[in-house]
């Protein structure tokens, strides 16, 4: 199918590691990205990952991409109250400017 | 103003109502899109203009309609809408050359369709 598919929501304490998890359809995907939606906010680009790739870091955030599997995840260390926020997935196929998003990842940071 | 901005912010209208959602890049970019989020659905590609040209049209219903006047502008004219066309109707940017060409998105225009 033409879906990418997202777990809806994900709760974690304060100072743990947040993983949220994506699977996508298209081995040929160049890149996979990670955005973050705040309330009342438009999407704000985290981090992508190339599909060369298996993983990136970039501070508290690291991407890990399993193209045999077709899944992508987002690792975020020592999570704060400030990144809750609706978190999706989004693959670039190979043809011109069309990304396919999935459902986005609620996550809920607890004090 | 930087970045991609979108007017109104919220807009309530009836099914018979004519409207029209605005967008605006101050990124110098080429490419502009329309979006749709409902709650809890993927993000809906509705359409997509190069240089000023359509290039993707996503079997979008007629009632919505795109225009592109120029690369920095992008409207979404609106008419006889559904209840069910309520949404988050979200525009992005992008530079129309290739690899990890990044799509910027403004807030969006919360559409409420009575």
């Known amino acids: 199918g033409e879906d990418v598919e997202q777990s809806l929501f994900l709760s974690v304490r304060e100072g743990d590691s947040s993983v949220i998890n994506c699977t996508y359809t298209d081995s040929s995907s160049t890149y996979l990205y990670w955005y973050k939606q705040e309330p009342g906010a438009g999407l704000q680009l985290l981090t992508y990952?190339?599909?060369?790739?298996d993983m990136k870091q970039d501070q508290r955030l690291t991407v890990l991409l399993n193209k045999k599997d077709k899944h992508l995840s987002l690792r975020i260390a020592d999570t704060q109250t400030g990144d809750s926020a609706i978190y999706f997935c989004?693959?670039?196929?190979?043809?011109?400017?069309?990304?396919?998003f999935g459902s986005g990842t609620k996550l809920n940071v607890k004090p | 103003e930087t970045g991609v901005t979108q007017t109104p912010r919220h807009l309530v209208m009836g099914m018979t109502n004519k409207k029209s959602l605005k967008c605006e890049q101050h990124l110098g970019h080429n490419a502009m899109y329309w979006y749709k989020q409902s709650a809890k659905k993927p993000l809906e590609l509705m359409f997509v203009y190069s240089l000023e040209e359509r290039v993707e049209n996503n079997s979008v219903p007629s009632r919505f309609s795109p225009e592109c006047p120029n690369s920095s502008h992008l409207f979404l004219h609106l008419h006889t809408l559904q209840p069910e066309d309520s949404a988050l109707y979200l525009c992005?940017?992008?530079?129309?050359?290739?690899?990890?060409?990044?799509?910027?998105f403004g807030p969006g225009t919360r559409l409420t369709v009575l």
């Open positions: 992005a940017s992008s530079d129309t050359g290739n690899g990890d060409d990044e799509q910027f």
């Open positions: 990952i190339f599909s060369n790739m």
């Open positions: 989004a693959e670039r196929r190979n043809n011109f400017n069309k990304f396919y």
